[in-house]
């Protein structure tokens, strides 16, 4: 059995490819349709109560949220806890000036 090291010449044109699929998978992103992100606010108002001053929810709210919309996920990558707080964070404040 003969051994190589790292410094001698390949044998083989393959022996130099670096399979780098399963390590370096792009992340899919989770995909947010308007049904989705209606979903997401009728679900929030349905949980105000648990709004805090700043119009922020607690994480298990965001969790559930998540956990709702994913029963009728069509496309994208599962929706998480961390997504759906920034999903809130970048509509929250146009739709919050429009319920007051």
């Given at each position: 059995m003969q051994t190589r090291s790292s410094k001698s010449p390949s044998n083989s044109e393959h022996e130099d490819l670096v399979v780098t699929s399963s390590a370096k998978r792009e992340k899919?992103?989770?995909?947010?349709s308007l049904?989705?992100?209606a979903k997401?606010?009728?679900?929030l108002m349905e949980h105000r109560?648990?709004?805090?001053?700043?119009q922020m929810f607690k994480g298990a709210i965001f969790n559930e949220a998540a956990t709702e919309l994913?029963?009728?996920?069509?496309?994208?990558?599962?929706?998480t806890?961390?997504?759906v707080k920034a999903k809130w964070s970048r509509v929250c404040h146009p739709f919050c000036y429009c319920d007051t």
């Open positions: 899919e992103n989770a995909s947010w049904e989705d992100e997401l606010l009728a679900f109560a648990s709004m805090s001053d700043n994913n029963k009728s996920l069509v496309k994208g990558a599962a929706k806890e961390a997504g």
